[in-house]
């Protein structure tokens, strides 16, 4: 992988017939050793997006890959914020599956929407107190800005 990075004709953003570049399927699948290989380079772009519509952050996220969450959220141009076509954010995505640690890390960025909608008006509070996942509930809470009268859309599940 290190010399196919070397190379300079090598388009690093390049995406599948799926729409998902390198970048995304290694931090989807956990594997730190190349996202840090491709963070590398300073022409990989994190903010694109899949063919899922999530980008790198929200892929690693979703499966609770907390050293590769933390290595794309050192990258300065990184959208913490970014949705998917469902209004899915990362905080979303992490407090959806119960990622404990995900949450924490994205929670301590100061420019992370505590309360980002989704489509239907959920939030990470809403999402977290539906799965019962009362570690994150707290660490929303904590955080001081999430709205508690967030609401949960009982007739949509993600």
Same mark, same amino acid.
């Given at each position: 992988?290190r010399?196919?990075l070397e190379?300079e *004709? ?5 995406k599948?017939? *799926?729409?998902?570049?390198p970048?995304i399927?290694?931090?989807g699948? &956990? ?5 840090? !290989?491709? !963070?590398e380079?300073?022409?990989? *772009?994190?903010? !694109?997006? &899949?063919?899922d519509?999530?980008?790198p !952050?929200?892929s690693?996220?979703?499966n &609770? ?5 933390r ?5 300065g ?6 949705k ?5 954010? +990362?905080?979303i ?9 995900a ?5 301590e960025r100061?420019?992370v929407?505590?309360? +980002?909608n989704?489509?239907h008006?959920?939030t +990470?509070?809403s999402y ?5 996942y009362?570690a994150?509930v707290?660490l929303?809470?904590?955080?001081g800005a999430?709205? +508690? ?6 007739g949509?599940?993600?």
């Amino acid at each position: 992988m290190r010399l196919l990075l070397e190379q300079e *004709d090598v388009y690093i953003n390049s995406k599948d017939e *799926d729409g998902n570049t390198p970048l995304i399927h290694a931090a989807g699948s &956990g594997h730190e050793a190349i996202v840090r !290989l491709l !963070l590398e380079r300073q022409d990989v *772009d994190v903010t !694109l997006k &899949g063919g899922d519509n999530n980008t790198p !952050l929200a892929s690693a996220a979703i499966n &609770g890959h907390m050293a590769v969450v933390r290595l794309i959220l050192e990258r300065g141009d990184v959208d913490v914020n970014s949705k998917n076509k469902n209004g899915y954010a +990362p905080l979303i995505w992490a407090a959806i599956n119960g990622h404990e640690a995900a949450v924490r890390l994205l929670l301590e960025r100061e420019d992370v929407d505590v309360n +980002p909608n989704d489509n239907h008006g959920n939030t +990470p509070l809403s999402y977290a107190a539906w799965g019962g996942y009362e570690a994150i509930v707290q660490l929303l809470k904590q955080h001081g800005a999430v709205d +508690p009268n967030s609401q949960v859309d009982y007739g949509h599940r993600f």
